[in-house]
């Protein structure tokens, strides 16, 4: 397999390991106003505060900071503490609408630790607002 | 390279406080480390790091304002000059700086030496001794040893030194499935005939590895999580779960407990115990902790982490916890289960070695997700059936350590931390094993 230069240390006093560096997903042509009018009832999450994935990176649960109902193609009421889970194979196959570059930024965490020794590192990943289906959200104590 | 003495620092901190001006002071704390890391791979050598670095850390402290800076420490006389110009930078730049409303000011916490060198092979002989042991296994890895500095030392008088070495070959062993179990050997003190029985058991756990993995569906379980997946649930209760900053800002997930609102079980203590020897008592600022800080007493709330800034800001009693307010040296209280009893008492359920990856779901309600790892079996009529497929948790500590729980057993393992982002981490974690009435899988 030819290499990709994706070997970096955190530090002088480690040494390099193969990570993730500028892994984007794409933005497609849906604008948000689009996604959200095309929806009867959801969720819009947004700046995620809790992550955790197995180590097959698999079966996964985020919780977000903010989040909206969407009714009848409309924002609407804020959520409490929501929160959503799956499994990574059905969750991009559940994938319905992609933003538009208007949508598209850089968010998510931006840092990254492993390897052994430990190691943290800036990591960046641009994306657009993306629309899927059938997740399963919770949220609000429950 | 030579080792650091603490001699080093004291001439250092000499040098740094008699450049010290009128309302001036300053704290310097200092953290170093001779390790050799060496990753393994398939029971051979894959990479090492051997590394020397020690930190000074200087938070310089003028009328009502503070900053700090940091300065690499070789423990020679250059040391002085960089630092000094570095302090003269300090004292120009913290002019512009606002004051601050919560600082803590140096003050004199006593002066304390504990230097815990017990007799270690060399490195290079411990490594071969692994390799020895591991050569029939596939075993991959990291096997870490060497001193470890802890200091602080500050300008009203007080000197805190903890030099202590150790090592820990943290490993998994996969099977021909890629299955894996995982394994921890650490210590002061070496065992050539410890690491032996520690593979060999862990051989076992993976030769049942081999048998089909069960699907276990969503839904509430009988589970017996063992001493080292109850520590890492203290991992997560250390981040917000215990600190009284987190609870005064609004942030701290042990809301209900504090105000009385909810208990846990009788059955559950956790307490701050320094008497595990494995991190000092002194902080960052040199403050010293209780040796045993009882944070929950037979299910009720007795007190949180506070440190001196806390506080100062929230007009509340400090017990010299760290800034952090994490926990340093937890341990939890045993109960009745002996090992003997523990496949029998779950019956038919889940027995959980390891758990991966777990985070906060719900801070209001105490509630944590995360994944089971390694070597976890369905359990039937009080025997091992099979090992399961992953499964994703999420429940709350009310319940596990409150409505949920059956017992805790009668040992506790202690897990040495073995964290190693920018220096390698001191302290450790004492717990025993818990069995939980339905706890909740989601995935």
Same mark, same amino acid.
């Not at chain 2, 393994?40 to 790091?49: E, F, M, N, P």
């Not at chain 2, 839904?219 to 063992?226: K, P, S, T």
């Not at chain 2, 920018?422 to 004492?430: H, I």
């Given at each position: 397999m030819p290499g990709v230069s994706s070997q970096r240390a955190t530090s002088w006093n480690r040494a390099p390991i193969d990570r993730m560096a500028n892994v984007n997903l794409e933005p497609g042509t849906s604008t948000f106003d689009q996604m959200i009018s095309s929806v009867e009832r959801g969720v819009f999450m947004r700046t995620t505060r809790s992550w955790s994935i197995d180590d097959y990176r698999n079966k996964f649960q985020f919780g977000c900071e903010y989040g909206q109902l969407i009714e009848n193609g409309k924002l609407t009421k804020l959520v409490k503490n929501p929160n959503y889970r799956g499994i990574t194979a059905p969750f991009w196959n559940q994938l319905k609408m992609v933003g538009d570059r208007s949508t598209f930024e850089i968010g998510g965490l931006t840092n990254c630790g492993k390897g052994e020794p430990n190691q943290v590192i800036f990591v960046g990943h641009a994306s657009p607002t993306c629309l899927f289906s059938n997740i399963e959200v919770f949220g609000g104590g429950r | 390279m030579q080792a650091l003495q603490s001699s080093a620092l004291e001439i250092f901190a000499k040098k740094m406080f008699n450049e010290l001006q009128g309302d001036e002071s300053l704290t310097l704390s200092l953290s170093g480390e001779d390790t050799l890391f060496t990753r393994? $791979?398939?029971?051979?050598?894959?990479?090492? *790091?051997t590394l020397h670095q020690a930190f000074v850390e200087c938070s310089f402290i003028k009328g009502n304002k503070t900053t700090t800076f940091t300065l690499p420490f070789r423990g020679t006389e250059e040391d002085a000059a960089v630092g000094i110009k570095k302090l003269k930078e300090a004292r120009a730049w913290i002019e512009k700086l606002p004051e601050d409303p919560y600082l803590v000011r140096p003050a004199y916490y006593g002066v304390t030496k504990d230097e815990n060198l017990d007799t270690l092979p060399s490195s290079e002989e411990m490594l071969s001794s692994v390799l020895d042991t591991a050569s029939h296994v596939d075993l991959a890895?990291?096997? +870490? +040893?060497? &001193?470890?500095?802890?200091? *602080?030392?500050? +300008?009203?008088? /007080?000197?805190?030194?903890?030099?202590?070495?150790?090592?820990?070959? &943290?490993?998994?062993?996969?099977?021909?499935k890629q299955k894996a179990v995982k394994g921890l050997f650490a210590g002061n003190s070496w065992n050539a005939d410890g690491l032996k029985t520690n593979i060999k058991d862990s051989e076992y756990k993976l030769s049942l590895m081999n048998r089909d993995s069960k699907k276990i569906e969503r839904?509430?379980?009988?589970?017996?999580?063992?001493p080292s997946a109850v520590s890492e649930l203290l991992g997560t209760l250390s981040w917000g779960g215990v600190s009284m900053g987190e609870h005064k800002r609004g942030g701290g997930s042990l809301k209900d407990l504090w105000e009385g609102k909810k208990k846990m079980s009788e059955k559950f203590s956790l307490a701050e115990d320094f008497s595990l020897g494995m $991190? =000092?008592?002194?902080? &960052?600022?040199?403050?010293? $902790? =209780?040796?045993?800080? =009882?944070?929950?007493?037979?299910g009720e709330f007795r007190n949180f982490l506070t440190s001196t800034r806390t506080a100062n800001e929230f007009k509340v009693e400090s017990n010299n916890a760290s800034d952090w307010e994490s926990l340093r040296s937890p341990v939890i209280s045993t109960g009745n289960l002996s090992r003997e009893e523990i496949y029998k008492e779950i019956g038919t359920g889940l027995y959980l070695s390891d758990l991966h990856y777990l985070n906060? +779901? #719900?801070r209001e309600t105490a509630r944590v997700t995360g994944m089971t790892r390694y070597a976890c079996f369905w359990i039937e009529n009080g025997e091992i059936a099979s090992p399961i497929q992953d499964l994703r948790f999420d429940e709350s500590f009310y319940h596990l350590f409150g409505t949920g729980l059956v017992d805790l057993t009668n040992f506790a393992d202690i897990s040495p931390a073995t964290g190693s982002y920018? /220096?390698? #981490?001191?302290?450790?974690?004492?717990a025993p094993g818990i069995l939980v009435n339905d706890f909740k899988f989601t995935l």
């Open positions: - | 393994l $791979s398939q029971a051979k050598i894959r990479q090492v *790091t890895g990291v096997f +870490s +040893s060497g &001193d470890i500095i802890r200091a *602080t030392i500050n +300008s009203a008088g /007080q000197f805190h030194w903890f030099k202590t070495r150790n090592y820990y070959l &943290d490993y998994s062993l996969y099977n021909e839904g509430a379980y009988r589970v017996f999580l063992a $991190s =000092p008592r002194f902080n &960052d600022k040199g403050e010293v $902790s =209780p040796a045993h800080l =009882p944070l929950i007493e037979k906060w +779901s #719900d920018f /220096q390698r #981490d001191v302290g450790g974690t004492k």
